[in-house]
């Protein structure tokens, strides 16, 4: 069953945004590849969430609010504890964008690389291209302000 977060129902939520929040948002941005039904919709957006999750969720500011079992809400000195960042919203709406036209998480193996190739008496060298990871700058752009330091950046203050 599809349960969008409140904020104040992270016990039972499977889903960081709404349909009806990823339809305004897409809609609003001219996105027409944003279709289908709602059960459609509602499993992009559960997959955008899990991929969020996965990649993101550890290193998110705050601490979790142990009875929830998203990232958020969460505890921060930045953000109130029974909301979701908008900022949090879009980058779940990009991602489920691309969640209705494919898998977020593929498995990356390494692919053979040809170095040789003869057909009769023509002959082609050549390596394959290798498959990488996909890149979400808008992603990581909205989500940037809600992830913690490493430690290794630090923000120099010079008297």
């Given amino acids: 069953m599809f349960i969008a977060a409140t904020g104040l129902n992270g016990d039972e939520a499977n889903a960081l945004i709404s349909v009806d929040y990823a339809d305004d948002y897409h809609s ?34 705050g601490k979790t609010i142990p009875s929830t079992l998203l990232s958020w809400p969460r505890y921060s000195l930045a953000y109130d504890s029974t909301t979701i960042p908008d900022a949090l919203k879009r980058a779940v709406a990009e991602l489920a964008l691309d969640a209705l036209s494919g898998n977020l998480n593929p498995n990356i193996g390494s692919t053979p690389q040809v170095k040789r190739k003869k057909v009769d008496v023509l002959e082609t060298e050549f390596f394959e291209a290798r498959q990488r990871p996909t890149i979400r700058p808008a992603v990581s752009g909205y989500l940037a302000p809600l992830l913690a330091s490493n430690g290794l950046n630090v923000p120099v203050v010079r008297v």
Avoid: C, H
């Fill in 28 to 61: 609003l941005r001219g996105n027409g590849s944003w279709t289908g039904d709602d059960v459609v919709k509602q499993a992009a957006i559960v997959r955008a969430t899990d991929y969020i999750e996965q990649v993101y969720g550890p290193r998110f500011v």
